[in-house]
């Protein structure tokens, strides 16, 4: 009786199998662009703790590779921190995406808010109430710091052991799943569909003319579209 009873205390998105898969996908991938990140950083001539505790303390994989591309180009910490920083700046919308689902207890947000990324975000407002919102959020969130963090080590014990993670296409496995996860929402919601075919216009737009990362952020312009249409339908 007590464990049947445990068992129905358990948020529904936790027993989803096709939400524990879909985070299983994206863990995988994560754990694969982790392992690519820990040997280009140990390669390029960092020691090994640099990006282990970067990826513990930062935790943000395009702001980690960033900055080490900027450290292994010559350039000097604060010049790498900035350009971390920048791509960042997307997260403090994510963050008040999810405010409600990190809870009121401060332990609880300020470990929430260090898990909060794209992914995160993703699978917690793709579900349909607070209790499973809050579950797939956690979920997603430390499974995919704990295999980000695990893969981070591996790749720099290995470091150039490797040799070109490149040819491997480590790379592109993490948008690939991204865009697999994305595809089924832009199906059935068409003002999603607009939003993100005006900030993926804009963010091709302007790759050829503005610093890489950037991009990234300026596609987030197609939120506003979103938010202008969800305001009409709510009037």
């Not at 090994?48 to 303390?57: E, G, I, N, R, Y």
């Not at 010049?79 to 960042?88: C, Q």
């Not at 979920?139 to 695990?150: C, D, K, R, Y």
């Not at 569909?193 to 987030?220: I, S, Y």
Request: net charge positive; hydrophobic share 55%.
């Amino acid at each position: 009786m007590r464990s049947a009873q445990r068992t129905s205390r358990v948020p529904t998105a936790a027993r989803d199998p096709e939400l524990l898969r879909d985070v299983a996908l994206v863990c995988v991938a994560g754990g694969v662009v982790g392992v690519s990140f820990g040997a280009i950083a140990v390669a390029g001539g960092l020691p090994v703790w640099v990006p282990v505790v970067m990826s513990l303390v930062v935790y943000a994989g395009s702001a980690q590779f960033s900055a080490v591309g900027v450290l292994l180009a010559g350039g000097g910490p604060l010049a790498a921190a900035a350009t971390g920083l920048l791509l960042n700046t997307r997260t403090a919308a994510f963050s008040l995406a999810v405010a409600d689902i990190l809870g009121r207890v401060r332990l609880a947000r300020l470990l929430g808010a260090h898990l909060v990324t794209d992914e995160t975000v993703a699978f917690a407002l793709a579900q349909t109430d607070p209790v499973r919102r809050r579950a797939a959020f956690w979920i997603s969130g430390l499974g995919l710091f704990a295999v980000w963090n695990t893969g981070v080590l591996a790749g720099a014990l290995a470091g150039s052991a490797l040799g070109d993670t490149d040819t491997y296409g480590l790379d592109a496995a993490f948008p690939a799943v991204l865009v697999a996860l994305v595809l089924p929402v832009l199906r059935k919601d068409g003002a999603v569909r607009r939003a993100a075919l005006l900030g993926a216009a804009v963010a091709l737009a302007a790759t050829p003319a503005v610093p890489a990362g950037v991009p990234v952020l300026l596609a987030l312009t197609g939120l506003v579209l979103y938010g202008s249409y969800g305001r009409r339908r709510a009037a």
